[in-house]
């Protein structure tokens, strides 16, 4: 990792000195309060790292570097430089401003609406504006202004334009310049170091033609970016390219063992789809990946020192406005997936990207693969409760994030040796899993339909804010090249019109796994626990046993709120301090208290509230509640049982603790304003 760019760095977005973390795609650094926020939009607004905690590619970090050194912050607050701003009340957040809604609001305004930036001419045709906003970019990439090519591309140039003139694109300029910035800047913004021009050549071959032999090999890093990012994410490694090694299938130690007729068919499901659904879900996983290795990034940065903070984790991917409320949905729901079933379903993508990749028939055998877990005995020696997990049924919208129910996550910061220290997976556990996932479709099937109605509101919603917001190209936001250079099949076309046309595709393998129920142990849950009132994890769709039930309109008093909320907040400052000081065995008694904490302030609220929020709320509180405890018990390790990886325990205990304070603090709100009208 390079050194730090300078002494004297200031947040993009708030000016607060020495910002750790950076906005890729906007070419900005920020602070870790304004980072949250970035995160809460989604890897399609803003795509972040940590300047320290995360491996960079050195020509990508230098690319960084340069657009926050000429000022690419300005691309951003163009509006704003100009005094009329200044006048009209319009200005940038500052270090004193509270994070939300402050911070949040003007973050959103800057990157997600693009309210400050630069506008063209308004032009009866916006296709001619952006052919010749693509053109400019073209020309613009054989030299090294990146900051031009950013603001080009955020006003709705095409990394991907292809020139009818010179018939080839900006990035086959660029890698025949040698212009490694101005490619590393392209390929954020989709640019693909696959694509042909009208000789048949890729950039790829420019590069080496033109002697930009570490640029070759770099555009090659980036043509298979999402097939090398989940091999690490397994296994610690990458391919080595230069070898022409392009993929790394890891694999079940156990596999030579005959798999079971519904193991077999889950695989010839995902093997079935066609390659434009396999590339959707595939991107879906790598987010994902990214979700669970920032996160774990960012626990192990802050300060925990303190309870009440506004910057948490993200609990699950954001909505992206440009996906079907279907994909939304299946995007939210790897969430649940904990570090054995998110592991099995990495393989699968790896193995048969690696199959259509080379082209083979789906019956040939797997080889070259890495064995990375080890062989033992079955073991189910978890103890863990049967709680039962929220589903994410409906589609969240940003502000939505503080309401719903975050899931079991399977951070991680290592390999996956560390991250499956609490068991290990056999190909017992492999095929009860896969029998979950089968039989969780037709329950799948029933929940989607029963939201439907609530989607189809939802787009409408969608649709008429977009009318008023406004209105952003598809390249200003990021998207991944094509990391996978199979032929396109005929069905691709169909399958994007189909995938519009339902809300529930037969086709989409996303929802053969978004349901399984497993417990610790790896087994599958053989019943659901329902509760009555708050004192529980509650159905799969909230309110579903309450249908009957009249709402009650009546809230206990600000006081009584708050007071339990001080007693609340005071045992989980001591649970963090346990967590700082590994204090492990306390974490049991710790949360106890905090248990009982809960059950007495939820006692305070009606069985319905009227208030949907207050709903929310309490829902939030009592199942992380009923969570914290499953997971601190985890913390003990069990008679003949593997160690438990602390740090992974360690990591669920804070977000359990963050979950219950942010629905205590949102009860507290709640009640305060009701009470005052």
Request: proline share 5%.
């Amino acid at each position: 990792m390079s050194k730090r760019l300078r002494n004297t760095e200031l947040c993009a977005d708030c000016n607060v000195p020495e910002p750790r973390w950076a906005s890729v795609n906007r070419g900005v650094l920020i602070c870790d309060e304004c980072c949250s926020v970035h995160r809460s939009l989604g890897r399609h607004s803003s795509q972040v790292r940590h300047l320290t905690h995360t491996p960079w590619p050195a020509t990508q970090l230098q690319m960084v570097q340069t657009l926050y050194s000429n000022g690419a912050n300005s691309i951003w607050e163009h509006s704003l430089l100009d005094p009329a701003a200044v006048m009209s009340g319009k200005r940038k957040a500052n270090p004193q401003d509270k994070l939300h809604p402050n911070k949040s609001e003007f973050i959103k305004a800057k990157y997600q609406m693009l309210a400050f930036v630069h506008r063209m001419p308004c032009r009866e045709d916006d296709s001619s504006t952006a052919k010749d906003l693509s053109k400019q970019l073209h020309s613009s990439v054989r030299t090294g202004n990146l900051e031009t090519c950013l603001r080009l591309l955020s006003l709705g140039a095409q990394a991907n334009f292809f020139h009818p003139e010179k018939g080839n694109t900006p990035l086959h300029v660029a890698a025949k310049a040698g212009q490694v910035s101005q490619a590393e800047l392209l390929t954020v913004y989709g640019a693909d170091p696959g694509a042909p021009d009208s000789n048949g050549k890729t950039p790829i071959d420019y590069a080496r033609e033109a002697g930009h032999l570490d640029l070759a090999d770099r555009l090659v890093e980036i043509q298979y970016e999402l097939t090398d990012r989940l091999a690490f994410y397994l296994c610690g490694r990458k391919p080595d390219h230069k070898n022409s090694q392009h993929f790394i299938v890891p694999q079940m130690a156990d596999s030579s063992l005959d798999l079971s007729e519904l193991a077999k068919a889950a695989k010839k499901k995902l093997q079935s789809l066609s390659n434009h659904l396999f590339e959707e879900l595939a991107m879906d996983v790598y987010d994902e990946v990214d979700r669970r290795e920032t996160d774990a990034v960012w626990l192990a940065t802050q300060n925990h020192s303190t309870l009440v903070t506004e910057t948490t984790v993200v609990p699950f991917l954001p909505v992206n406005p440009e996906y079907s409320s279907t994909r939304n949905q299946g995007r939210q729901k790897l969430a649940r997936f904990n570090a054995h079933e998110f592991a099995t379903l990495v393989i699968d993508i790896l193995s048969d990207a690696k199959r259509r990749q080379q082209g083979n028939s789906i019956a040939s055998p797997k080889d070259n693969v890495e064995f990375i877990l080890k062989s033992v005995a079955v073991r189910h020696c978890s103890d863990s409760q049967e709680n039962d997990q929220p589903d994410y049924d409906s589609v969240a919208s940003d502000e939505d994030t503080d309401h719903e129910l975050p899931s079991s996550q399977g951070d991680r910061t290592k390999s996956l040796d560390s991250d499956l220290s609490d068991g290990a997976i056999t190909m017992h556990e492999y095929m009860e899993v896969k029998t979950a996932l089968s039989a969780s479709e037709a329950k799948i099937q029933h929940l989607m339909k029963a939201n439907n109605n609530l989607s189809d509101e939802l787009r409408l919603m969608q649709k008429k804010t977009e009318r008023g917001a406004f209105v952003t190209t598809s390249s200003s936001l990021p998207s991944f090249p094509s990391t996978m250079s199979w032929s396109k099949d005929e069905s691709a076309q169909k399958a994007s019109k189909l995938e519009k046309q339902s809300s529930m595709p037969e086709s989409d393998y996303d929802n053969t796994f978004n349901d399984s129920e497993m417990d610790d142990s790896g087994m599958c849950r053989r019943g659901r626990l329902r509760s009555s009132g708050w004192f529980g994890e509650g159905s799969s769709i909230p309110e579903l046993d309450d249908l009957e039930m009249e709402a009650d309109a009546t809230l206990p008093s600000t006081e009584d709120v708050i007071r339990k909320t001080e007693q609340i907040t005071k045992n989980i400052q001591e649970l963090l301090r346990a967590a700082q000081e590994n204090k492990h065995d306390s974490f049991i008694p710790c949360s106890e208290r905090i248990h009982v904490a809960v059950i007495e302030m939820a006692a305070l609220f009606p069985k319905r509230p009227r208030s949907e929020t207050a709903r929310g709320s309490l829902r939030l509180l009592t199942s992380s509640a009923f969570r914290l405890q499953s997971e601190c018990r985890k913390a003990l390790p069990s008679e003949g049982c593997p160690a438990p990886d602390m740090q992974l325990v360690t990591q669920q205990v804070i977000q359990c603790a963050y979950d219950i304070a942010k629905a205590a603090k949102q009860l507290v709100t709640i009640t305060t304003k009701e009470n005052t009208n």
